[in-house]
């Protein structure tokens, strides 16, 4: 390790030690007095470049063994008392303050802990495995041992691996305040209380897995539980910040009319939106309960600190058609419902339907060869299906988050849900004094370098705090050296250059998955992805941002957001309109376009023909199978085609950034953490403006256009701007030479349009991203068309459209 020399020195004499910059000075002037003594703290002190032997990963920690050093060091000019200032303190540099009553050119000696003990994290980057398959791309065959261990491991759902219908039905616990191990403590399981057995090495707060008996997993006639576990309210989490607490709070609701026994109905509860199952002895009319985690402030009553108050909740439904985030009271995770108008929770069809059908992306997440990394396989099933925990937990097993805080979240803005974000990470998160890491790369070998120190770490190493340092260079990382890397590193990555990303046919500023990435980098391209994965989430785990954006549905698989049939058009705009074309027409034409389950691809100039189902060159499509053919064209080109890379990408997201913790967002807000608020111009955009239908005419001097315009400009902060820019173009990016090189789906120059539509022909603003177009209806009033457009801007994300 790094120690101080101090040769020829006197053993009492504390060793000179000069500022940044200032060596020259010290040099000039060798001859000091000691002045009197005074230890300081050093901040988190940078690696000691004697321990550094190349690039690549460093940890770092504290070695508590070695002897404390003495320096000594000059008050630079400019620093006033109290204020701090940076210092060589042999190979390290640390931060000291300026003492009281001291003025610069003055000597002042402090005390430094011993140096941190620096060791090469790995010489090699942790080797991927195959789920599926021999592998290839930078992967290699699971081999017999791996299998075995997840043969024998179950996988409980978490982080977007779904499973329904668990057997036996386990739940988890937390332990209560002052409950020794031996000791027993009340569990209310489905609206029945059974009493738990605190394990030998459990301790309070602490999660414990039960089994309950299946007798008692069949709540009783007329009451509905809403959570599988209870905990008594002074054991919900602390929010020191906002002074809240976690009660199970118990409702009590009508079943609504048209309800039937067993049932699933939806209702707001605590201001969320829940789906609750009616009893098997309940009808319409009969009054239940149920019982829901809800945040309260945290104060308490004399007399009354446990009990919670029944309420009535009225039926209160969200009135237009799409998918909707709700919690499933019998296990509390989150699902996705689709209701209709009059608020009844639609069944999901088993045949594919273009309008209706969604899917979400659903994870399997196995042990890889290396411990470092895991693998997992990636599957799109029913949006209906699909279940994510609400509980978010650290390495330990404690709970970090619950489901009420999140409800709590999802309520909130924009900027106050990114600010919990960074606040909840920070606590998952391991803190510096545990260890830290130091990424070490040439600039000149960037990417090759980064790609070696992340891929060489294990997912506990993702969550400590990097530190960067470009070899050759004097720059301190302070921050700027993290914000330049991530931005360096993602640039490089989605250079299309590179064979792994395709601009986008429908928007020239979206990356998209090149599907014959394996071609222009058959040895390594899931490496990449991989690595990319990692990136991304270490980026939203430090709130830093990255340069590119990707196409939406991407989004959409990072968050488990439902995808539907219109996704298509922003990965294929002419294969999503023959489609469409095709479902159009008679069932007994379709016989007549000599389709069978087959399509032809072409990747970088060679043409291959790919099966949609096995034997798909056997099978005609018809009439009566055309939905299931629509349903394989969809599947292939959404994911199939692209599922190795998209998987790996997955993989290394979810190594940093547990999946619970999006559920705040929406994919939307999600392109905007990542990439950030666009600088965007309002003259600029105002200049390169088309007005087109009933706007034609007079432009932007139309009533309608200069209402708009004083929207946007005077009512619509930054965020809202860059929504009404991803609503109307696909993404919140600007391009470098502003609106005037706005591009289409054909690549040419599209400009922003302003199309002017009758209030008959549709009551809501309606996007064209394909053309950069706005329709806008004629609104009668200034605050109509503020109204009808912010709901639109602000509702799209949520899959459904307004007719």
């Not at 005390?111 to 790995?122: F, G, K, L, W």
């Not at 709130?543 to 219109?566: A, C, D, E």
């Not at 929406?666 to 905007?672: G, N, P």
């Amino acid at each position: 390790m790094g120690t101080t020399n101090s040769t020829n020195r006197p053993p009492q004499r504390p060793e000179p030690l000069t500022y940044p910059g200032q060596r020259a000075q010290m040099a000039r002037n060798p001859n000091w007095q000691p002045p009197p003594s005074r230890t300081e703290t050093p901040a988190r002190a940078p690696l000691a470049a004697t321990a550094v032997s190349g690039p690549g990963a460093y940890s770092i920690s504290r070695n508590p063994q070695g002897p404390m050093q003495v320096f000594r060091v000059i008050v630079p000019s400019n620093v006033s008392p109290n204020q701090e200032f940076q210092v060589y303190a042999g190979n390290r540099i640390v931060r000291v303050r300026c003492p009281p009553n001291t003025r610069p050119g003055q000597a002042v000696q402090i005390t430094v802990p011993p140096e941190d003990r620096v060791t090469h994290a790995s010489q090699n980057m942790a080797v991927l495995t195959s789920a599926e398959g021999d592998g290839g791309g930078g992967a290699v065959r699971m081999n017999s041992e791996t299998r075995l261990v997840n043969a024998s491991s179950s996988t409980d759902g978490s982080n977007g691996n779904t499973n329904t219908t668990p057997t036996p039905q386990a739940y988890n616990v937390v332990i209560p305040p002052n409950v020794r191990p031996g000791q027993t403590f009340p569990v209310l399981v489905n609206g029945r209380t059974i009493q738990v057995q605190c394990p030998p090495n459990a301790r309070p707060n602490m999660t414990v897995r039960i089994v309950p008996p299946p007798s008692l997993l069949s709540p009783p006639a007329g009451m509905q539980s809403a959570t599988d576990l209870n905990r008594p309210p002074e054991s919900g989490n602390q929010h020191s910040g906002n002074q809240l607490r976690t009660i199970n709070q118990t409702f009590e609701v009508t079943v609504p009319n048209g309800v039937r026994p067993n049932q699933p109905f939806s209702l707001i509860a605590g201001g969320q939106r829940v789906l609750v199952t009616c009893p098997p002895n309940a009808r319409p009319g009969t009054r239940i309960r149920f019982n829901l985690p809800i945040s309260v402030p945290n104060t308490t009553i004399a007399g009354n600190e446990s009990k919670t108050k029944n309420i009535d909740v009225s039926l209160r439904y969200d009135t237009e058609d799409g998918w909707i985030r709700s919690i499933r009271v019998t296990d509390m995770k989150f699902i996705w419902i689709r209701m209709d108008r009059e608020g009844e929770v639609l069944s999901n069809n088993l045949k594919f339907n273009e309008k209706t059908s969604a899917f979400v992306r659903t994870i399997n997440f196995l042990e890889g060869n290396d411990k470092r990394m895991r693998t997992g396989k990636v599957s799109l099933v029913p949006a209906s299906e699909y279940t994510v925990d609400s509980v978010i937990k650290s390495n330990s097993g404690a709970t970090v988050v619950d489901y009420a805080e999140i409800a709590m979240v999802q309520k909130q803005t924009f900027d106050e849900k990114s600010a919990w974000l960074q606040r909840t990470c920070k606590k998952l998160g391991i803190p510096w004094e545990e260890g830290h890491m130091r990424i070490c790369v040439r600039r000149e070998h960037l990417l090759v370098d980064s790609i070696k120190a992340v891929m060489s770490l294990g997912r506990d190493d993702l969550k400590k705090i990097w530190r960067f340092e470009f070899l050759g260079e004097e720059g301190i990382d302070a921050g700027g050296l993290a914000k330049e890397w991530f931005l360096l590193v993602t640039q490089a990555i989605f250079d299309a250059d590179s064979g792994l990303w395709l601009s986008n046919s429908t928007n020239q500023m979206l990356m998209r998955i090149n599907p014959a990435s394996e071609i222009s980098c058959p040895e390594d391209h899931l490496i990449y992805f991989r690595f990319l994965g990692r990136v991304l989430g270490k980026a939203l785990f430090e709130g830093q941002l990255v340069s590119g954006h990707m196409v939406r549905y991407l989004y959409k698989y990072m968050l488990g957001w439902p995808i539907t049939f219109n996704d298509l058009e922003t990965v294929d705009q002419d294969i999503y309109e023959n489609l469409k074309k095709l479902l159009d027409m008679k069932a007994d034409d379709i016989e007549y376009m000599c389709l069978d389950f087959t399509i032809t691809q072409n990747f970088l100039g060679e043409t291959q023909q790919v099966c949609l189902l096995p034997g798909g060159e056997d099978i005609a499509v018809t009439g009566e199978n055309l939905s299931e053919y629509v349903e394989a064209y969809f599947n292939y080109l959404i994911l199939n085609r692209i599922k190795p890379q998209v998987t790996e990408l997955l993989l290394g997201f979810y190594d940093v950034v547990p999946e619970t913790i999006l559920t705040v967002f929406d994919f939307q807000e999600l392109e905007l953490l990542m990439c950030g608020l666009p600088v965007i111009d309002l003259d600029d955009w105002k200049k390169h403006t088309l007005y087109t239908g009933t706007f034609e005419s007079k432009g932007e001097k139309n009533k309608i256009c200069t209402w708009f315009w004083e929207v946007v400009s005077n009512e619509f902060d930054q965020e809202m701007r860059a929504r009404l820019l991803q609503f109307v173009t696909g993404t919140s990016g600007v391009p470098s030479r502003g609106f005037s090189v706005l591009q289409g789906s054909d690549g040419n120059i599209k400009l922003f349009t302003l199309n002017g539509i009758d209030m008959k022909t549709d009551a809501y603003p309606k996007a064209h991203t394909c053309f950069n177009r706005l329709d806008l209806p004629n609104y009668r009033s200034k605050s109509d068309l503020r109204s009808k457009l912010k709901f639109a801007v602000t509702h799209c994300s949520t899959g459904f459209t307004i007719e």
